[in-house]
């Protein structure tokens, strides 16, 4: 994935449980899990907001990932048509 020469300060880097911890009212384990997950399409392992440690566990750049969830920086996340009629409506304006 990333190699050691190319992480941030450890000051910003977190576990999962850590990064839940430290912005609840954000981030709960679950989100982070599901964005862990798909970090290939929804931007974040472009962005090195995710690295893998030589452990296996997965560590969060903090300022990163904020800003991905926040949409400071280009977020790569498809819009999802929520209803028939949002469908219609897009459907109409092209």
Same mark, same amino acid.
């Given at each position: ?27 709960? *384990?679950?989100? @982070?899990?599901?964005?862990? =997950? ?8 472009? %962005?090195? &907001?995710?690295? !893998? ?13 904020? *800003?991905?969830? @926040?949409?400071?920086?280009? =977020? ?8 028939? %009629?949002? &469908?219609?409506? !897009?459907?109409?304006?092209?």
């Amino acid at each position: 994935m990333h190699t050691a020469q190319t992480l941030p300060d450890a000051a910003e880097i977190f576990s999962l449980k850590a990064l839940a911890a430290r912005h609840p009212h954000l981030l709960s *384990e679950s989100r @982070l899990k599901w964005a862990a =997950r798909n970090r290939r399409k929804n931007g974040l392992l472009d %962005r090195r &907001a995710i690295y !893998e440690s030589p452990t296996g566990e997965l560590l969060f750049h903090e300022p990163k990932v904020l *800003e991905w969830l @926040l949409g400071l920086g280009g =977020r790569a996340k498809p819009r999802v048509l929520r209803t028939r %009629r949002d &469908a219609a409506r !897009e459907a109409r304006l092209g």
